[in-house]
C-alpha cells in the first residue's frame, strides 16, 4: 500500500462555520446528519459576524460569492467548510440562491431565511425547516465533491428553483451521484 491509498482512507471532515447566531438545534441536527450520509467527521467550526462586506444595501441581499472569497482556502482536500447564515443570499444573474458551493476552496453556504414556512407567512414547522435545511446542505456539500445538477427529481443533487423542489426530492443521493460522492 502506498501513501496515496492511505490518504484515500482518510476521513472527510467537514467543519460547520456561521455567519450571524445560527440556532444550536439546527447545527446539531446538521452535524448528526451529515456525518451519517456523508461517513464524514462533522464539527462545529467558528461563528462570524453578519459579513457586511457582502450586503448590497439596494438588494438587501448579501452576496454569496463574496462571502466564500473571504473563507480561507484549505490546502486539505479532506477538508470542507459549511457554512450557515440566517440572510437571504444572491449571485448577480439571479434573484436570490438557497446556497452556493466553491469546490475549489472546498467552501459552501446555505441561507435558512427562505427555507422558513414564516418567510411565506405560513406557520412555523420546524421539522419541515429542518429538512429543507439538510437538503441544501448535503446539496452544497454534493457540489463540493465534484457532483452535478441530476436530472431525478427525487436525488437531493436536483436544481431547486423552488421550495416545491426542495420538498419533493430526498436528502439524499440517487445511486448514481452516491457513487461519485462516496467513492
Ligand atoms: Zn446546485
Ligand atoms: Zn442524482
Redesign the pocket.
Known amino acids: 500500500m502506498g501513501p496515496k491509498d492511505i490518504y484515500a482512507q482518510e476521513k472527510m471532515n467537514i467543519a460547520i462555520v456561521c455567519f450571524g447566531q445560527i440556532e444550536s438545534i439546527v447545527l446539531d441536527y446538521l452535524k448528526n446528519n451529515l456525518s451519517e450520509i456523508f461517513k464524514a467527521l462533522l464539527y462545529i467550526g467558528k461563528t462570524y459576524d453578519l459579513p457586511e462586506y457582502a450586503y448590497d444595501k439596494k438588494r438587501k441581499q448579501y452576496l454569496a460569492s463574496a462571502i466564500l472569497h473571504n473563507l480561507s482556502q484549505s490546502k486539505d482536500k479532506n477538508h470542507k467548510t459549511l457554512a450557515i447564515i440566517d440572510k437571504d443570499l444572491y449571485v448577480p444573474e439571479l434573484n436570490f440562491v438557497f446556497g452556493l458551493a466553491d469546490s475549489l476552496r472546498g467552501a459552501c453556504i446555505i441561507s435558512t431565511t427562505r427555507l422558513k414556512q414564516t418567510y411565506y407567512g405560513l406557520p412555523e414547522d420546524k421539522d419541515l425547516f429542518l429538512r429543507r435545511t439538510l437538503k441544501e446542505a448535503v446539496h452544497e456539500i454534493g457540489h463540493l465533491l465534484n ?1 452535478n445538477h ?3 427529481p427525487s ?4 436544481f431547486s428553483n423552488s421550495l416545491l423542489d426542495t420538498d419533493r426530492k430526498d436528502y439524499n ?6 457513487k461519485i460522492a462516496l467513492r
Not at 436525488?155 to 436536483?158: D, G, I, P, S, T
Request: aromatic share 8%; charged share 15%; net charge neutral.
Open positions: 457532483l441530476c436530472p431525478d436525488c437531493v443533487m436536483h443521493f440517487c445511486n448514481n451521484c452516491k
